[in-house]
């Protein structure tokens, strides 16, 4: 598996076929653990109230991604002139998706929090003005 994660980065770097590996290897990964957590016990409201994250963390992974490969198809002809833009690229995916980093989850919060304020930022004010 670490050799051919390997040669997978190498041909990214070298350039060969980067945006193929890129998709596979951030598609591959977490399609299984998606698997996985569907499949998983912990698909009751109560395991999810009692903060089960792993079926959060597969389904904002994909949101993110989904995200990232709009930008990517839309952008992609200015963003292709980075450089290692497909290292960068495959490096975010890793975060996202990597269980100690859980990057997914980190990155949809802070999106949706700050959604959260612009959206509703006055009716957040008016109660907290309200509570004191």
């Known amino acids: 598996m670490f050799g051919v994660l390997s040669v997978s980065i190498a041909m990214i770097v070298i350039g060969l076929a980067e945006q193929l590996l890129v998709n596979i290897l951030g598609m591959v990964y977490p ?65 996202l998706f990597h269980p100690q980093v859980m990057g997914a989850t980190v990155v949809y919060d802070k999106v949706y929090l700050f959604y959260s304020l612009i959206k509703g930022g006055s009716s957040i004010i008016r109660k907290i003005r309200k509570s004191n």
């Open 31 to 95: 399609a299984f653990k998606s698997v996985q957590a569907i499949q998983s016990v912990g698909t009751n409201a109560i395991y999810i109230l009692l903060g089960d994250t792993d079926d959060k963390q597969w389904l904002t992974y994909w949101i993110v991604y989904s995200l990232t490969l709009a930008i990517d198809t839309t952008f992609g002809f200015a963003l292709g002139y980075i450089p290692f833009y497909h290292l960068l690229k495959l490096v975010f995916l890793v975060c």
